[in-house]
């Protein structure tokens, strides 16, 4: 039986910062006239993540709904809210994303990100998605990730991080904790060469 971390995605009630998971990769917050509404929103490169994202935001106190943008993709979106202003603030500087100095990730923040952007890769590594319109928040959320003691690899040209080899793979996978439902679970960080549910 293995201890759970202190850090992992089960180890204490999720709250509403947390949801700066979604931000880590193409996730968007804007606030609302006068500023004290705000609005979470992700494109998704797969839109049978659909359900899984809006019941995970939907775990957060927050209704999510998926649409269609104009060009034909599915994103996940939140009402403008009262209750995210407090998010937006942190995780912008102006109109532009930004990562708070010093931001800590942990688990429930790790897979929010996994789950609106993440995917394993054929070497047994696990891929998590940048913002390709925020180059800035990129060697903020390396630090980030190193920090939680899982350094990654910079993939430049597919903008993302990789996180591989045995150990940081145990550790994500224990961080994230089980896939979420109605995700499929080949797109989830395992442990390959072992047993999985």
Not at 9 to 17: I, Q, V, W
Not at 64 to 70: H, I, L, P, S
Not at 90 to 98: N, S
């Amino acid at each position: 039986m293995s201890q759970l971390s202190l850090f992992s995605a089960e180890a204490r009630p999720a709250g509403l910062a947390d949801l700066a998971g979604v931000l880590c990769g193409p996730g968007q917050i804007v606030r609302f006239g006068s500023g004290d509404q705000a609005r979470l929103s992700v494109l998704l490169t797969d839109a049978s993540r659909a359900g899984a994202v809006t019941a995970a935001i939907a775990g957060f106190g927050v209704a999510a709904q998926a649409v269609v943008t104009e060009n034909g993709a599915t994103a996940v979106r939140t009402a403008f809210r009262c209750d995210l202003v407090d998010l937006a603030k942190q995780w912008t500087r102006g109109a532009v994303k930004d990562v708070p100095a010093g931001w800590e990730l942990d688990g429930a923040a790790l897979r929010m990100w996994a789950l609106t952007s993440g995917w394993p890769d054929e070497r047994g590594g696990y891929l998590l998605a940048l913002d390709p319109h925020a180059p800035q928040t990129h060697l903020p959320l390396i630090g980030a990730l190193t920090r939680a003691g899982l350094p990654p690899a910079r993939m430049s040209r597919i903008g993302a991080l990789r996180i591989s080899g045995t150990r940081r793979m145990q550790r994500l996978v224990e961080l994230v904790g089980p896939p979420p439902v109605r995700l499929p679970a080949a797109v989830w960080p395992r442990c390959w060469g072992r047993a999985t549910a």
